[in-house]
C-alpha cells in the first residue's frame, strides 16, 4: 500500500486545523491519517478518517475510542465476523508494535498486508454496519500504534488496554453473551 505525505484539514472538537500526516488510502476508498508531527496543539500519531470521495480539502475526523468501541460492537453481532475479525485485530496490534521505534518499510509492509485482509474480509461481509473493514483496521492498527508510542513499554502497557477491550467485545458476539453498553 502506498501513501502520500501532505498537509491535511483535521477536526478537533470545534476547531480545525491543517497537520501534516501519511495518508493511507484502503481498498474501499476511504483513507486513514497518521500524524507525522506535533502541531497545532495536536500531538503526532493522532489518527484521522477520510470517507470515500473525501480530500485534502476536506476536514478528517478523529474517531473516540468508544466510537470504534461501537463500529466493533455493532459487527461482533454477527458471529462469522466476529470469529474473523479477532485474528486481524491481533495483527493489527503486532503491526502497530512492529512501528516502534520508527515506522519503517517493514511496518508499513505489515500495515499494507493488514488494509489487504480487510478488504477481503468485507468482501465477505458486505452490508457489515459502521466504517469499511478495510479502513477500521488500519485505523486500529494506527491507534495502537499510537497508544505505543504515547504509552512505551515496559513502564507503560502501550496498547494493550484497548485491544483488551476490543477482545472482549469480540467475545462477547462470539458468545452471543450480553454486550455492556458503550458510551
Known sequence: MSYETRRQ?????RKRASVLVAAFRVPSGAEVLFQLADESGLTRGGVYLL?????AEDAARAPRFDELFRDLAAKARSQPLARAL????????SAARATRPRLGPGALARLERLAAAGARLASRHEGAPGLPLDALLLALALVFASEE???PRPQKRGSDMAFERIVELLAAGISGGKRREIS
Request: a positive charge; proline letters at 5%.
Open 51 to 55: 470517507d470515500a470521495g473525501q480530500g
Open 86 to 93: 479477532g485474528p486481524l485485530i491481533a495483527r493489527a496490534q
Open 9 to 13: 484539514r483535521v477536526a478537533f472538537g
Open 149 to 151: 508510542e504515547r504509552y
